[in-house]
């Protein structure tokens, strides 16, 4: 996928990413993935306008905090199980992109233990606010 920040909406934004957050969740729709969790990367970022975003006065409180993103998924992944790393991805990013200051985000899942052949399979979603 091209760069977002190239995209019309996006470039009076400053982007905000947290990457390679390792959760341990229960995921998958097979049953030996219903026995127990599994290890999953979630990468996110958001954009957020620089008016809403720029400090002026060197105070998190004029920022948007990191500890949302977090926050956020921790509580999708309590939420119980989820069958697929799109549900997951979906609902992280439209609950992250309900928060007034953001205008978008990205946000991808990993299943890095999947296969042994390759490092991850995995998921990513984009969302722009409509006006």
């Known amino acids: 996928m091209p760069s977002a920040l190239i995209h019309p909406k996006l470039t009076d934004c400053r982007r905000l990413f947290l990457r390679n957050y390792e959760v341990h969740i229960n995921i998958g729709v097979h049953d030996f ?6 290890r999953v990367l979630i990468n996110v970022e958001l954009f957020v306008p620089l008016a809403l975003s720029t400090p002026r006065q060197d105070q998190l409180h004029e920022v948007l905090d990191y500890d949302f993103m977090r926050a ?10 989820i069958h697929l790393q799109e549900t997951l991805c979906d609902d992280v990013a439209h609950a992250l992109l309900s928060h007034a200051q953001v205008r978008a985000v990205r946000v991808s899942t990993e ?3 999947v296969y042994p052949d ?13 006006d």
Do not use: L
Not at 33 to 38: A, H
Not at 123 to 128: A, L, Q
């Open 111 to 113: 299943k890095p233990d």
């Open 72 to 81: 956020t998924i921790a509580a999708r992944v309590e939420q119980g199980h």
């Open 118 to 130: 390759c490092d991850a399979v995995g998921v990513e979603v984009f969302h722009i606010k409509q």
């Open 33 to 38: 993935e219903k026995r127990g969790e599994q």
